[in-house]
């Protein structure tokens, strides 16, 4: 693998046309995993095949340095990478990242990894658990780490199989574990929800900790999880006894249906049947939904009980509501568009700087009166290849006294770090990326979530493994001051 340093944005040219029991001790592993099933809405596919003319693009373009070489790195001058541990025991997909501490917890399609980066030139892997379901999105509270189950499974057990969603034992839901001794993580219990758990964000409140459960009905072929599905899954859990972990409320987010989807204008957008991701700001008892067809903001001053004050839709460029990120004051919050599941090119030219994009919107008013108002959009300036899957995906705020600045990760665009302090005229400030995985065909890879914590930038690139970055500029330097015991991007803290 080769390493460069491009301080230019790249002037890149078109690349063709437009269970067994809940107690269970999880297996620490001793040999390779089970394979994993990529999931229906971030990774829907492994490979997809492009045509010789676009192949042929690619190669061309890497040859004359309009984009980097297969596997190349290159960054902005203010970016330094400092590791690379690629997957080692874990085969599957690397998808989530939450922190504690002095570790990184980094799910994976097969399990979830625990890094030690007391060092982060050099993390190292502190343990590693097989527990196959995708997509494993992965958070943490205190002594307990909670994963997402988002495919049909045998039973709730670490040593479950795929099975078909028509079979009546499937199971699908939310994994509970404890990880007082991160060497060696306890699985303690499981709970089955509605539709499983594609994502999964923590409400702390003293004893208990609220689980909001985001999940949707994807296809037909699913015949317990058919529209309408249009509410969250609220799990409490006791910090005390999670055994006793259970869902105990599915609030109806869109009682009028939501966005039907489809349509002449954008026959790509998104009906509404659950949510894709929340992220809550709990010191302003305040969150944002990102539910494949609309983009809302709730009050969550009572956990059990949120109730929404605004609801946007975007029916000409945003295709599906993926992610959603407040500013420091709660003024603003950043919408992205997962355009084509994640696994499409759609970085290129063709496809153009509005779609597949973030969407930025100011809240405006107060208390129950906010309103979302649509200010502008922002995408990676830098265009992508035809076999590389690239759109907008999971970032943190960098915090910054008095401006809005993210990281965050593209897929096979990389990983971007951008200003949105003036909510109209967003522009990137730095980034970091690799060149095409293959110039033969599109395969799935990428950064999927790049997060900011204590200094550094950590990067769980879904093939080439974790990554830490670090970005040196006089914008974000401020940043390096603010130390986090704990960390999951959805449960947005109050950093300054």
């Not at 002037?11 to 229906?40: F, I, K, Q, Y």
């Amino acid at each position: 693998m080769t390493s460069s340093t491009n301080p230019r944005v790249r002037r890149r040219r078109r690349l063709g046309v437009a269970t067994a029991a809940a107690g269970l001790l999880a297996t620490l592993l001793a040999a390779g995993p089970a394979a994993a099933t990529p999931d229906p809405g971030d990774t829907p596919a492994k490979r997809q095949g492009v045509t010789t003319s676009q192949q042929q693009e690619a190669r061309e373009a890497i040859q004359s340095g309009e984009i980097p070489g297969v596997d190349e790195i290159v960054h902005s001058k203010n970016v330094e990478h400092l590791a690379n541990i690629p997957k080692d025991a874990l085969k599957g997909l690397n998808t989530d990242l939450a922190f504690q501490g002095k570790y990184a917890f980094a799910g994976n399609y097969d399990g979830f990894r625990i890094f030690d980066i007391s060092n982060p030139k050099k993390p190292r892997t502190v343990s590693q658990v097989l527990c196959p379901g995708s997509q494993n999105d992965i958070s943490v509270s205190g002594n307990l780490l909670f994963l997402s189950t988002d495919s049909s499974r045998s039973d709730n057990s670490c040593t479950s199989t795929t099975q078909p969603a028509t079979e009546k034992s499937s199971w699908e839901g939310m994994k509970i574990f404890d990880i007082s001794d991160v060497r060696n993580p306890r699985y303690v219990a499981a709970v089955e929800t509605a539709c499983g758990s594609h994502t999964n964000t923590l409400v702390p409140d003293g004893r208990n900790v609220y689980i909001y459960v985001s999940s949707y009905s994807p296809r037909a072929t699913y015949p317990d999880c058919q529209p309408p599905h249009d509410g969250i899954s609220i799990i409490k859990v006791p910090r005390k006894a999670p055994q006793k972990a259970a869902v105990i409320d599915f609030p109806v987010l869109f009682p009028d249906g939501g966005n039907p989807g489809g349509g002449t204008e954008n026959p790509n957008l998104s009906e509404t049947t659950g949510c894709h991701d929340l992220t809550v700001l709990p010191s302003k008892d305040l969150a944002a939904g990102a539910c494949m067809g609309d983009g809302i903001i709730f009050d969550i001053k009572n956990p059990e009980k949120p109730k929404v004050i605004d609801r946007v839709q975007d029916n000409v460029n945003f295709a599906f509501w993926h992610s959603a990120t407040f500013n420091e004051r709660a003024n603003k919050v950043v919408f992205t568009d997962e355009l084509g599941g994640g696994g499409g090119a759609t970085c290129n030219e063709a496809t153009g700087p509005k779609r597949g994009a973030n969407g930025i919107y100011d809240i405006k008013g107060h208390g129950d009166k906010r309103k979302l108002v649509f200010k502008s959009y922002y995408k990676i300036p830098r265009h992508q290849a035809d076999t590389e899957n690239c759109v907008a995906h999971n970032g943190s705020l960098i915090p910054v006294p008095g401006r809005d600045i993210m990281v965050q990760a593209w897929y096979q665009g990389g990983v971007s770090f951008w200003d949105f302090t003036d909510s109209s005229k967003p522009k990137e400030i730095g980034y970091f990326e690799r060149g095409p995985l293959s110039t033969d065909a599109i395969s799935t890879g990428g950064s999927w979530s790049a997060y900011y914590y204590n200094g550094y930038v950590f990067s769980n690139d879904i093939a080439k493994g974790f990554d830490v970055l670090k970005i040196n500029d006089r914008r974000t330097d401020p940043a390096k001051w603010v130390r986090m015991r704990e960390l999951n991007v959805q449960t947005q803290p109050d950093y300054l």
